[in-house]
């Protein structure tokens, strides 16, 4: 099985797990979607860490729900998971959240597959995929978080005449823009390595443009896993939106 199959494959499965948790009927109501989000992010962990190690037990491991060390510098390849991408929105029963699988290799996010479980019955969008991008909108979609929309992003918005589309995770929003429901996704707010490794490989793959919002590459496995920003959009708009951004100061 290469590097890609593995990943979808396991993407695949988390996102069954996570589907049979929320429907157990344990977490029902409104006051126990948090929990519903700490179970479903311990159960998908557990299963994608298990696998990784056993089936790729030479490579480095970054999980968002495990302790990170320092081992997995050393590694040249480095997989980097978030079992569910938009906690929250999983929690709330909502459709926008996602579960990620990438590999880093020498930094760079080269594997990825991500799997929208709550979409059209279940999809998983890889990196050994990839398919042509349709036509873009007349005007420019945004897309920006549901509760914390990014000033860049409004601003910029509005500069170029375009249309704010809000939605949960990160890997819902960058599939968005594989998937053709939105051309740029602007983000400024802050993220960690595991946000954005996974949806940087599928989205490179399909031809879309990925960096930090002053033009600069987007960097894996650091001591430090934050990542201050993103952009990734359709090729057409990667220099006006950089631009843009750069104006704003």
Known sequence: MTDAEFAAHLAELAGRILIEVRASGIFEGPANGKALGRAGDATAN?????????????DGLLSEEEK?????????RVWIIDPVDGTREYGEQRA????HVGLAIGGEAKVGAVALPGFDGGLVLRSDRPAPLGDAAARPRFLVSRTRPAREAEDVCTDMGGELVPMGSAGAKAMAVVRGEAEIYLHSGGQYE????APVAVAAAHGLH???IDGSPIRYNNR???LPDLLI?????AEEVLRRVAALG
């Open 46 to 58: 557990e299963f994608l860490c298990h696998a990784i190690r056993a089936a790729r037990p030479d």
């Open 68 to 76: 990170d060390g320092t081992e997995r510098l050393a590694r040249e």
């Open 96 to 99: 926008d959240w996602a579960v």
């Open 194 to 197: 595991w946000d954005s490794c």
């Open 210 to 212: 990925c960096s930090r």
């Open 224 to 226: 430090d896993t934050y």
């Open 233 to 237: 959009c359709r090729p057409e708009y």
